[in-house]
């Protein structure tokens, strides 16, 4: 699994900001920042619209996490392992002085597991990756960049407002369709 992150392998544009030793939060901000500015200093609108997901690390469907390693290539045996880490949670809950019974927890990564966060980003990516394939993005650099992302986090691109809107709807979609739920912020200027 650390092959899809380091090494020869070039991570996908919207896993750079969480895969890559040393990055933090400020060098997503700080990626949108050289975005805008480089398109102020070209005279051009770039659109963005700030995306939070609700209870990200909550919603993740086991379920399709497994066919997602399955279809990166995530040998069998890691595969059982993963599941069995995730299908076997159980819960209990203190109202007061009392404690209810033992329950399944029916979705989610393990909070506090050292794996939870890549097998998030494995899950957001496969998801991200499927909704923006033909549309959208901007420039930079030679490159095109649909979307900024840390954790749960996301920073969609455009260089028109329709384009924008159209990724929005198919981010939801895709959303909905892997048990997630999108939280919007719209920065309603461009930066021009």
């Known amino acids: ?10 991570p996908p544009d919207s896993l750079k900001a969480i895969c890559m030793k040393g990055k933090d939060t400020r060098d997503a901000v700080g990626l949108l920042r050289t975005i805008g500015e480089r398109y102020l200093e070209k005279n051009k609108e770039v659109y963005v619209v700030f995306v939070d997901l609700e209870k990200a690390f909550d919603r993740v469907d086991w379920n399709k996490l497994m066919g997602i ?6 040998d069998w045996k890691e595969r059982r392992l993963f599941s069995n880490l995730c299908t076997k949670q159980r819960v209990k809950v203190r109202i ?9 927890i029916g979705r ?5 597991c050292p794996l939870s966060p890549t097998l998030f980003n494995i899950y957001l990516e496969n998801l991200v990756k499927n909704c923006f394939q033909n549309m959208g993005g901007v420039i930079v650099g030679g490159r095109r960049i649909k979307c900024i ?11 028109e407002e329709m384009i924008l809107k159209d990724m929005l709807l198919e981010l ?13 912020q719209v920065r309603r200027k461009p930066w021009s």
């Open 149 to 159: 992302r840390f954790a749960d986090d996301m920073a969609l691109l455009a260089e």
């Open 108 to 112: 989610g990564v393990p909070q506090g």
């Open 69 to 74: 390693l399955k279809k990166i290539g995530v």
């Open 1 to 10: 699994m650390a092959g899809l992150c380091e090494g020869g392998n070039e």
């Open 96 to 104: 007061g002085e009392e404690i209810s019974e033992g329950i399944e």
């Open 172 to 184: 939801n979609d895709s959303c909905e369709q892997c048990g997630m739920k999108i939280k919007m």
